[in-house]
């Protein structure tokens, strides 16, 4: 019999407030990015667009290798959007270290072909937060809390309610840092 864990439940709210930034109903039903990479998939098959095609194959693979991991698959849900936004997030992190070794490596041709692929992966991301957002946000929490100096880099950081999806973790974490006062 299924037993619902604290984990379950955060996950559960995680994809809740990831519905937000979903355009309509049908999408916030949950699962809606991981379709919409199913339905393109599909397209750029019958298009055979290869640069599409290969990005959104490597996205789904990405997928199921986390569904499959011992240590990311119990707490990873396709249907929940967040979650594949994460790995979307990944991705993305990826291409741009790959778009900046080829620039360093005098190789133009790979760093473009990089960078078409890039951009296919943003079109599936949600808006991202600026630094301003993610700095008003971060400011509201520390009142809140109340904490200063780099001991309060931690409980900051967990109740701020920044998914990975909508800033990269790093992102947030540097905010955070330079507002409490620590090297970034």
């Known amino acids: 019999m299924f ?4 984990g379950h439940y955060a996950r559960s709210a ?3 407030r990831s519905r937000r930034w979903l355009g309509t109903a049908a999408e916030a039903a949950g699962g809606a990015l991981h379709a919409r990479l199913k339905a393109d998939l599909k ?3 019958r298009s055979k667009d290869k640069t599409r095609l290969g990005v959104i194959k490597g996205v789904l693979a990405d997928i199921v290798y986390v ?5 990311g698959g119990s707490a990873f ?3 929940c959007d967040a979650d594949v936004a994460t790995v979307l997030q990944r991705a993305v992190q990826r291409r741009r270290e790959s778009i900046q070794a080829f620039s360093d490596g005098g190789r133009q041709d790979l760093a473009s072909a990089e960078a078409e692929r890039l951009d296919v992966l943003v079109g599936y991301l949600p808006a991202q937060l600026s630094v301003e957002q993610i700095e008003e946000r971060a400011r509201a929490t520390i009142e809140r809390l109340g904490v200063a100096g780099a001991k309060g880099i931690g409980p900051v950081m967990r109740e701020i309610g920044i998914s990975p999806a909508e800033a990269p973790k790093s992102d ?4 955070v ?6 090297s970034p």
Not at 177 to 182: D, I, P, V, Y
């Open 177 to 182: 840092k330079r507002l409490l006062g620590s």
């Open 172 to 175: 947030v974490a540097s905010v």
């Open 14 to 16: 995680v994809c809740a």
């Open 77 to 79: 849900s396709r249907d």
């Open 3 to 6: 037993a619902p864990t604290a």
């Open 67 to 71: 569904e499959k991991s011992p240590t």
């Open 43 to 45: 397209t750029a098959m």
